[in-house]
């Protein structure tokens, strides 16, 4: 408002003096007004413009991280064995005072804990697992710095509080390169591909030489112990053959009756889990009287597996779990398996 008084007020003074002076006075007057109203740029904003303008084409491209050698997790049954490591190398990138000023790289874990459907139990907190500085790296044929990091996967275990005894075939692990550079830290969340993808975290998914085409089909099922038999009669189906499925990587199940000789019309489609050379059974409900619920359970001492072998296996669990039905309470119930072509 105070722009628009003031501009009005130069008009009328040059209206009045336009009266009282000559054509080259009023020219000159025109001008001086002009200059007022619409002043002209400021060379040294324009000048500092351009500074930023360049300063902005010159900024260094940003550090890349390329693998070229990554090792698969270990067996998730071998993970505390001396020869069990994961390695993985790859070379920096980019601008060379950038990539010359990363004083170390540091290696970092999370632990997954998922289940057969696919969904998450709980996640750890990432954990440092190594560190390695820049005194370690490594320079390629091309010039650029390579890195190389090994570790024991024991170690991995110790640091993050886990045991092999926590982790099954669906569980993964985090893996996070950071690299250090002064006050700049370059992870997942700045170096990444054209898509936006991070090039220093990687994810692993445990592995197992078991696969799902073992220990399935159809075999011979016969109890072998306790004999005699639980209340003179076999606790699930006995002496006849039953096809075995696979429901992913470590469970099985087969249909059968639970104490046929009472209870024949109901069938239940009973579980057991091979895990690292034992055959588990979780507990599970029966369906014939006493004690259904929970009533079998894993066994005291379990069966155990060979991988190399599926013709033949036991499977043995507890046939009252929850020992609620005092005859049966805690007995060990052993199955014997034979492959039927």
């Not at 010039?143 to 993964?172: P, Q, R, V």
């Not at 039953?242 to 046929?260: C, H, K, L, M, Q």
């Not at 072998?309 to 609620?324: C, I, M, Q, R």
Request: hydrophobic letters at 35%.
């Amino acid at each position: 408002m105070k722009k628009v008084i003031k501009n009005l007020m130069l008009l009328t003074l040059l209206l009045g003096v336009m009266f009282a002076c000559g054509d080259e006075d009023v020219s000159t007057i025109v001008e001086d007004v002009n200059e007022d109203i619409n002043p002209q740029p400021i060379e040294e904003e324009e000048e500092e413009e351009e500074e930023e303008e360049e300063e902005e084409e010159d900024t260094p491209e940003p550090v890349s991280f390329n693998v070229t050698e990554k090792d698969e997790f270990p067996d998730v049954c071998d993970l505390t064995s001396i020869w069990s490591t994961w390695s993985i190398s790859g070379e920096l990138t980019g601008d060379s005072a950038l990539v010359d000023a990363i004083e170390r790289v540091e290696l970092f874990a999370t632990f997954i804990d998922e289940t057969t459907s696919g969904s998450v139990d709980y996640t750890t907190e990432a954990k440092l697992i190594k560190t390695l500085h820049a005194t370690h790296f490594g320079t390629n044929i091309a010039g650029n710095a390579t890195i190389t990091l090994n570790t024991m996967t024991e170690d991995i275990l110790l640091i993050m509080g886990l045991s092999s005894s926590n982790i099954s075939i669906t569980d993964k692990f985090n893996f996070e390169l950071v690299f250090i550079a002064g006050d700049k830290v370059y992870n997942s969340e700045n170096v990444v591909d054209d898509l936006g993808n991070s090039l220093v975290s990687f994810e692993e998914e445990m592995t197992t030489v078991l696969t799902e085409t073992l220990f399935v089909g159809n075999y011979y099922m016969e109890q072998t112990a306790p004999f005699p038999f639980l209340f003179g009669q076999p606790t699930l189906t006995d002496g006849t053959v039953v096809e075995i499925t696979a429901n992913g990587v470590e469970e099985r199940s087969f249909d059968t009756y639970t104490f046929p000789f009472w209870c024949s019309t109901d069938i239940i489609a009973f579980k057991f889990n091979l895990i690292c050379g034992e055959i588990m059974v979780p507990v599970q409900d029966g369906n014939c009287g006493c004690g259904d619920i929970g009533y079998f359970g894993p066994a005291t001492t379990p069966a155990i597996y060979d991988v190399d072998n599926d013709s033949v296996f036991e499977l043995t669990f507890t046939g009252d779990a929850t020992e609620t039905c005092p005859e049966s309470a805690g007995v060990q119930v052993t199955y014997r398996f034979t492959k039927h072509e």
